[in-house]
C-alpha cells in the first residue's frame, strides 16, 4: 500500500468517526535526523549526564527533517486523520510540540517531575553542578523518563494500549525490536487494522507470527 493509499484509507476512517493511531518507535529521531540519544543508562546523577546531551537534544529539535515531520503530524490531528500518537522515544521532541496527543510511554527527558508536589516542567538548561529544584514547592526534581533497561510506566502503557487496541486502524513507523512488548496487546487484536508504513521485516514477521498462533488457539473455542 502505497502512501496515497494510506492517506485516502485515513481519510475515509475520519468521515465515517473511525479512530487512527499512529506508533512510532524510538528510532524514529534517528531514522530522520541521524543523531542517537539512546545513550542513556541507570545512573547515580542523571541530571549530570542529561547536562551532557543537552547540545543534542537542542540540535535534534532545530532539525530541518524533523520539523517538517512533526508539522505534518500537527496538520494531520488538527483535522482529526489522526486521533492520538504513541511515542516510545525519550527525546521528548514530540510531546514538547503536540502536547497531549502523545502519549510518550517512557518519559521525556528534559522533563522534571517532583515527586513532592507532582508539578511537570521542561528543562532547557542544565547544570551539571547541581540539581534543579521544583519551581513550585523547591524541592528537588527528578528526570521523568524511564531508561530503556526498565520498563514503561504502568499508567503510560495502559493508556497507549488502549489507544493502539481500540482504534480502527493503527499506522506504525520507526519501530525497533525493543518496542515489540509494546505492540504485543496490538497483534493480539482481531479488530484493529495495522498499516507498517516503511521496511520492517522483523516486526512484519512478528505481528504476522503472533496473529497466527493466536487464531489457532481461538479457533476451537471461537469456531466463527
Known sequence: MNSKDIVRKISELSRRGGRSVIFLGSNL???????????????????KVLARIVPILTKLHENKRLREFIRLLSSCTKASMIHRIVYT??????VRQLDKIVIDVYGSLLRGH????????????????RTPLCP?????????????????????????????????LVLVYASS??????????????FTN??????????SQFLKTVKAELNEILRPLCPL
Open 194 to 203: 495495522v498499516i507498517l508504513l516503511g521496511e520492517n521485516p522483523v516486526l
Open 136 to 168: 513550585r514547592c523547591h524541592s528537588p526534581l527528578r528526570p521523568d523518563y524511564m531508561p530503556a533497561s526498565e520498563p514503561p510506566h504502568p499508567r503510560k502503557l495502559s493508556e497507549a494500549i488502549y489507544e493502539l487496541t481500540t482504534a480502527d
Open 89 to 94: 522515544g525519550i527525546d521528548g521532541v514530540l
Open 29 to 47: 529521531t534517528r531514522q530522520l535526523t541521524g543523531e542517537n540519544i539512546e545513550v542513556i543508562r541507570n545512573d547515580e546523577d542523571s541530571w
Open 177 to 190: 525490536t525493543k518496542t515489540l512488548d509494546v505492540l504485543l496487546p496490538l497483534a493480539a487484536s482481531k
Open 114 to 129: 517532583c515527586a513532592k508536589c507532582g508539578l511537570k516542567i521542561w528543562l532547557d538548561k542544565i547544570d551539571e553542578r
